[in-house]
């Protein structure tokens, strides 16, 4: 494996639009439907512990765009089709496999199941395409 080959400019606009993906999906188009699915009010959640949760997010982003690149560069197609495809193909084989088993197993809601899955299905893809973009 090799880091050289990592457009790291690519790598931080990803884990940023990420970022900001989770902003809008956890907050605005879907925080009612999510709190209720975690059961929890939105009041439950202390103020104090925001920063090292957003701190844990954008690591875990950055991570995320650190592998897909790495998975890019090893294909040796970085492209904007190739991004979409293996961002896809990640979150299939990895995401949504993984959050199915572990949800079905916790007895979580389905509801939980889609609005965490698709968020990570926009983040991989947008990702992949940012990515790609970059070359």
């Known amino acids: ?10 790598v931080i606009v990803a884990a940023v639009v990420a970022f900001f993906i ?3 999906w956890y907050s605005f188009l879907f925080r009612t439907q999510w709190m209720a699915a975690i059961g929890a009010p939105a009041a439950d959640r202390p103020a104090t512990a ?3 949760l ?3 997010n954008f690591s875990g982003n950055l991570l995320l765009a650190i592998v897909l690149a790495e998975f890019l560069a090893a294909l040796g197609d970085v492209t904007f089709a190739s991004g979409v495809t293996i961002g896809l193909v990640a979150w299939v ?4 496999n993984v959050l199915a088993v572990n949800y079905a ?3 979580r809601p389905r509801l939980l199941t889609l609005i965490d899955g698709g968020h990570w299905l926009v983040v991989l893809l947008v990702s992949g395409a940012i990515i ?4």
């Open 1 to 10: 494996m090799s880091f050289v080959a990592i457009n790291w400019l690519a």
């Open 22 to 24: 989770g902003a809008v």
């Open 50 to 52: 925001l920063p090292r």
């Open 54 to 56: 957003l701190a844990i």
């Open 93 to 96: 084989g990895f995401v949504a």
């Open 105 to 107: 197993f916790a007895n």
């Open 132 to 135: 790609g973009l970059f070359g």
